[in-house]
């Protein structure tokens, strides 16, 4: 009878779930009521029926006009549209324009950059070949990927992609690179045999999975899950599950908004009855007055600048390999508590390299790293006694080698196993010529590799003529089974030393190093064949281990990283020991703490986020492992960046609050459930990216800092005027102005100034502080205070000079607008005096929008057409001078401030960073 559901993997509820791979492969042949003949047409045509087709179901998409729509949905774009609708009513059209292409401008950004994530899932469908061979009525056919059904038999060969879940009836050599699923560097070795019920998805020799590739050897395999009931299929539907997280900058944007909005239309209202039922005017005035704040205080400038601010982010981040793909993003990495970073890859090299060889004589250290063939081979026992010994290992793994290594300089490359490309880095390494070794012991016949044997065995002639030699390598607990002898300090035999022997791979395997064993044998004379049972009576030489080093850059951005309070937690398939030693070199943490996948699941969801805080290495994990370590660390409020290339990392990729895929090795699926990419698929270009991201989340509230107090010191004067019945220092046109002049010159300046000295000396900033912190609430009161004062202040001494009205308006004008260049000098640096050559000197950007601002004022002061425009006159020189002078006693004024608050730094609530 035919199981319910037909994959390994979990099903729908309700559904059974079969242990394939524990199984043998008749009982799977039984359970799927098929036959190694494969089934016949009618029979296949009849399962296609039932279980559907092997296909992914498609994402739902999300139409075009919604996604550029939802752009508009914020309070503060709504609240600016309808400041559009009252000026156009009243007739300000220029106004009302110039809102309306802000806002629209904005959202066509926003609806390109972003793209639809939503595409993971469709990219996961690609991932399935296009055809399959398979038995079908006895005979081999060609069919559809998508008309396979479970029970068909696959015929798989090296180059293939595994077109659905398979269990292996038969292999030869077989080995898939599972490195989607599993993030393992080294190709799976694949067998027929049944494995334990309990292993996990790495281990699980005799199942093949849907979207991995076969890198060598053949199979005849069981199709036993098609479609959503595939690993691929499960993790897709996991993918699914999973709610895209808004951005810690677009939350703090959108309380700001709500609080901002709600206080601005009350004191808009407020301000207009005061002024038509208190102060008696009339209300077609008081309308445009009010309008004209509120155009004035409603920063419409700011989610352009934020976009520009954004985009200036992306460009420096591209810049550094990394790619970002939706613009919040880019502020995010700065708010990062943790990294969740894959391995194989991103912290190591993702090359194999030879880093000890065991001999009797000895232990040898190997340096270098990569397959370049340059490095020392230092003995830590044993002297020149086990180097010569190492040689004779090193010869072995030259001989009996499929691969070949070719490049120059810093770029060498392989073609075949990774692990055999490291044995001819090795060989070079230890001098060894290997023209002239193959030359003398030239290649007869070879046993290659298969997962039945673990072992490779090649026959070489001797040059000379006088006999042959046999050259093994293979796992070294089979390779010691076919061994009689062990090859002494001098080459000669001696006993074998089991114990030994397994005590000095235990160590190797405790540093986290994959271990080869060689051996020889060497004949009297050529045989006339040579064939499996040829291999036996061997003289066992020693050992290599094979490690994947840390990207040297790795280790440096991890310190930076931990410098910048900034956890770092290594998530990958591999082994635990491997995993522990990389993160040991790595220093990932004081102390490395290490949890298996197996060990995860016996932990609860109320246990797990105080373990995946303590833990350092996740090894031997699935995608729900990654999924619920994420959850757990956002669960204790941090924001969490995850690394992936992987199809099994998609899920954790769109989960976490920023994702990052691998651009060189990263499936399209995850590069598509992620927010950023890695061109060069290195680590060191996350800390990269969080150094420019804290750059652009201090430009940000630069721009705010600069907007709020400079709108709110124009708008304090004119409500003071109000109040009191005092002549208003300022028209509504000059006030529309002044907002407008100023908005497209200095309110863009912020956006382009570079990082502030000691970025990731800074702890990271609270994901749930308020955009407005305590400080900067203080200096918006500070400086609309003294830009209140100042525009009194000169409005007041020009009347009592003689000025009539209308130039005493136009120099409150000029005061508001010096004051805000001086008051953009001293914000360009929050942690830090402006008193300096750099600070002072100013960016190309600062200096040309100071520029803006001077000619425009000058044409609004003193051109005739101007004047008219906006009633103003001509300012005398020495008002001129003492308008610049007022800025420079506000910058004195504020440097001193700064200079207060770096004094009392011990009081958080006072700190400019707003850091933990």
């Known amino acids: 009878m035919m199981a319910e559901t037909p994959g390994s993997a979990p099903s729908p509820a309700g559904a059974t779930v079969t242990p394939w791979h524990s199984l043998d492969a008749e009982a799977c042949l039984r359970l799927l009521a098929a036959t190694t003949e494969g089934l016949a047409s009618a029979d296949a045509a009849a399962r296609l029926r039932r279980y559907g087709e092997n296909a992914l179901p498609p994402p739902t998409p999300t139409p075009g006009w919604r996604r550029f729509l939802r752009h508009f949905n914020d309070p503060l774009i709504l609240v600016l549209l309808a400041a559009a609708l009252i000026a156009l009513l009243v007739g300000q059209v ?22 639809n994530a939503e595409q993971s899932l469709a990219v996961l469908r690609t991932m399935l070949a296009p055809s399959a061979c398979v038995l079908r009525d006895g005979g081999r056919v060609q069919v559809g990927v998508g008309t396979l059904v479970p029970g068909d038999v696959l015929m798989l060969e090296a180059g293939d992609r595994v077109p659905a879940d398979a269990r292996v009836l038969h292999a030869r050599g077989l080995r898939v690179d599972e490195s989607v699923l599993t993030g393992e560097s080294v190709p799976a070795e694949k067998s027929a045999a049944p494995v334990a019920g309990s292993a996990d998805l790495g281990s699980r020799t005799s199942m093949l999975y849907s979207g991995t590739l076969v890198s060598a050897g053949q199979a005849t395999a069981l199709v036993v899950a098609t479609g959503s009931a595939t690993e691929i299929g499960r993790i897709g539907a996991l ?49 445009l007055v009010v309008v004209a704040l509120a155009v004035g205080v409603v920063p419409e400038g700011l989610p352009a600048v934020i976009t520009i601010t954004l985009a200036i982010g992306v460009r420096r981040m591209a810049a550094r390999d990394a790619i970002v793909r939706r613009l919040p993003a880019v502020e995010t990495l700065g708010a990062t508590t943790v990294i969740c970073s894959d391995k194989t890859g991103t912290l190591t090299r993702n090359e194999m390299t030879a880093r000890s060889i065991g001999t009797s004589a000895g232990r040898l250290r190997v340096l270098g790293s990569g397959y370049a063939p340059r490095g020392e081979v230092l003995a830590e026992t044993g002297g020149d006694a086990a180097l010569t010994a190492g040689t004779r290992v090193a010869t072995l793994g030259l001989l009996c080698n499929d691969a070949r290594l070719y490049g120059r300089e810093t770029d060498w490359r392989i073609v075949g196993d990774p692990m055999e490309g490291a044995l001819l880095a090795l060989a070079g390494k230890t001098g060894l010529d290997a023209a002239a070794i193959a030359r003398r012991y030239p290649r007869i016949d070879e046993v290659p590799f298969d997962a039945g044997h673990r072992f490779m065995a090649t026959l070489h002639a001797e040059a000379d003529g006088h006999g042959a030699l046999i050259c093994v390598k293979g796992a070294p607990e089979q390779v010691l089974l076919l061994s009689r002898a062990q090859a002494a300090a001098d080459g ?41 049972e040829d291999v036996h009576g061997l003289v066992f030489a020693g050992f290599v281990g094979f490690i994947d080093p840390p990207r040297e850059e790795a280790v440096r ?52 986020p105080e373990l995946a805080e303590a833990a350092s290495v996740f090894a031997r994990t699935t995608p729900e492992h990654k999924l619920r370590i994420v959850r757990a660390l956002q669960s204790r409020r941090h924001t969490v960046a995850m690394t992936g290339d992987g199809v099994n990392d998609a899920p954790a990729l769109k989960q976490a609050d920023i994702g990052i895929a691998m651009g060189r090795k990263g499936t399209a699926a995850a590069k598509e459930a992620s927010v950023m990419v890695l061109a060069d698929d290195n680590f060191a270009s996350i800390a990269a990216a969080v150094y420019e991201g804290r750059a652009v989340y201090d430009n940000i509230r630069k721009v705010l800092a600069w907007t709020l107090p400079t709108n709110g010191g124009e708008a304090l004067a004119v409500v003071m005027a109000i109040a009191f019945g005092w002549v208003l220092p300022m028209t509504p046109p000059q006030i529309l102005w002044v907002n407008m002049v100023l908005t497209i010159t200095l309110g863009l300046a912020l956006a382009f100034e570079p990082p502030e000295a000691g970025v990731m000396r800074r702890p990271p ?32 001494w020009a009347q009592s000079r003689g000025h009539d009205v209308a130039t005493a308006r136009t120099m409150v004008v000029n005061v508001l607008c010096v004051l805000e260049i001086f008051y953009l000098f001293s914000l360009r640096y929050l942690h830090a005096s402006s008193f300096s050559l750099r600070g002072l000197r100013g960016t190309p950007a600062v200096l040309w929008a100071v520029a803006g601002v001077v000619v425009a004022q000058v044409a609004f002061t003193y051109l005739p057409w101007m004047q008219m425009a906006f009633d103003t006159r001509p300012v005398p020189l020495l008002e001129g001078v003492v308008i610049v002078l007022v800025g420079v006693a506000l910058l004195l004024v504020l440097e001193l401030e700064k200079w207060l608050l770096r004094r009392l730094d011990a009081f958080e609530e ?7």
């Open 239 to 287: 993918l699914g599950q999973v709610e895209t997280l808004s951005t810690p900058l677009l939350r703090q944007i959108a309380r700001f908004s709500r609080g901002f909005t709600a206080v601005a239309l009350v004191a808009a209202v407020v301000l207009f009855v005061f002024a038509v039922a208190v102060r008696d005017y009339p209300w077609m005035d008081a309308l």
């Open 765 to 796: 900033r609270r994901a749930d502080a308020p955009l407005v912190s305590p400080f900067m609430l203080w200096r918006i009161v500070l400086v609309s205070l003294l830009f209140c004062a100042g525009a009194f202040g000169i409005f007041s």
């Open 910 to 916: 006072l700190r400019p960073d707003g850091a933990r």
């Open 94 to 115: 220029v106004d009302a324009v110039v809102i309306v292409v802000v806002v629209t401008v904005n959202a066509v950004v926003g609806y390109v950059q972003e793209g």
């Open 557 to 608: 951005a991890v310190a930076e990283c931990r410098s910048a309070g900034i956890a770092v937690k290594m998530i990958t398939g591999d082994h635990a020991a491997t995993a522990a030693a990389i993160a040991s070199q790595l220093k990932l943490a004081d102390r490395v703490r290490v949890v298996t996948g197996q060990a995860l699941d016996s932990v609860s969801d109320d246990e797990l």
């Open 492 to 532: 000669s035999e001696a006993p074998l030393d089991t114990g030994l022997w397994q005590r000095a791979i235990d160590v190797a395997g405790v540093e986290g190093q994959r271990v080869l064993g060689f051996a020889w044998r060497r004949l009297g004379g050529l045989p006339s064949r040579f064939a499996l």
